[in-house]
């Protein structure tokens, strides 16, 4: 069982900052890519930004320049730093991992999402 704990949501100002952080916790022997996805309200979920294991990121066209995704490996943690905030940018963020479990037969992949965390960003 693997799960994944988001913390740092909240509400701030148009042009503010928010850090979220996901902490995955449970039978894991490794974790490949982790990432941080959104749902606006009325939208489907989004990818927002991702980073692989090695630390190659990417991000949404609406975010770059003013979202950073990182990740602890030793902590099988991932972070994302949210500066520039819009109003746009109201949503729920999950985050989400590809981990690496045990299992009878060895090992098995499992993608593991979190609960969410709500942004609001308004006046």
């Known amino acids: 069982q693997v799960q994944l704990v988001e913390s740092g949501g909240g509400w701030v100002q148009p042009g503010g900052s928010l850090s979220l952080s996901c902490a995955a916790s449970g039978s894991i022997f490794s974790i490949n890519a982790m990432g941080w996805y959104s749902r606006a309200p009325g939208k489907e979920r989004e990818l927002v930004a991702h980073i692989t294991s090695g630390g190659t990121t990417n991000y949404a066209d609406s975010v770059k320049g003013r979202f950073t995704i990182s990740r602890d490996n030793a902590k099988n943690t991932v972070y994302l730093q949210m500066n520039s905030l819009k109003p746009e940018d109201t949503a729920v963020y999950y985050c989400?991992?590809?981990?690496?479990?045990?299992?009878?037969?060895?090992?098995?992949?499992?993608?593991?999402w979190g609960q969410g965390t709500l942004v609001t960003v308004s006046s």
């Open positions: 989400k991992a590809d981990c690496i479990s045990p299992s009878s037969r060895g090992s098995r992949y499992l993608e593991v």
